[in-house]
T-cell receptor, first 114, second 115 residues
């Protein structure tokens, strides 16, 4: 069974701190991996997509890495701000006929304190 | 202003009723998806459609039905056969085809509550 796990489930940090969110997956034959942000009661906002052939992607203060051999991805947030407070979701699609399908982790709830 | 719209934002259903959730996109995306989100669980795929007039069941299709008569629209009907329909429903879309890697974009969601 293909599973995606996110640790920790919740994280609270002071403003300005650099932080890392973790995502692990059970099958290394991935097609892509997406990181999303979700604010309470809202839809998902796509942050970064890493293709299976890539090792990292960057957007502003965000950097996502991918290590297929170990089944891990990390989302690095630099100089965190209170506006970064949200739930961060990791989702993986796998190669083969089902590469449309995203398998989601349960998310990490991030709180950045002023 | 391109994007995905879902309506209504909140929906209340009495037991035994069918209700339909709307999803529209003006991104010219080929594929559309419906997910369900419950507290403490990851999103789960209900149905998806890669092309007009074609759709496939996801992991939890029982008690749901969809149609894809237009590229822009993918409505979801929650039938009375769905025993626990209270949840947050999210619609998504993506471009199909080589090189796109099927990046999915999501709408704002519909919260369905059974009274």
């Amino acid at each position: 069974k293909q599973e995606v796990t996110q640790i920790p489930a919740a994280l609270s940090v002071p403003e300005g701190e650099n932080l890392v969110l973790n995502c692990s997956f059970t099958d290394s034959a991935i097609y892509n991996l997406q990181w999303f942000r979700q604010d309470p009661g809202k839809g998902l906002t796509s942050l970064l997509l890493i293709q299976s052939s890539q090792r990292e992607q960057t957007s502003g203060r965000l950097n996502a890495s991918l290590d297929k051999s170990s089944g891990r991805s990390t989302l690095y947030i630099a100089a965190s701000q209170p506006g970064d407070s949200a739930t961060y979701l990791c989702a993986v699609s796998y190669s083969g006929g089902s590469n449309y399908k995203l398998t989601f982790g349960k998310g990490t709830l991030l709180t950045v304190n002023p | 202003d391109g994007g995905i719209t879902q309506s209504p934002k909140y929906l209340f259903r009495k037991e035994g009723q069918n209700v339909t959730l709307s999803c529209e996109q003006n991104l010219n995306h080929d594929a559309m998806y419906w997910y369900r989100q419950d507290p403490g669980q990851g999103l789960r795929l209900i149905y998806y459609s890669q092309i007009v007039n074609d759709f496939q069941k996801g992991d939890i299709a029982e008690g749901y039905s969809v149609s894809r008569e237009k590229k822009e629209s993918f409505p979801l009907t929650v039938t009375s056969a769905q025993k626990n329909p209270t949840a947050f429903y999210l619609c998504a879309s993506s471009i199909e085809g080589r090189g796109t890697y099927n990046e999915q974009f999501f709408g704002p969601g519909t919260r369905l509550t059974v009274l």
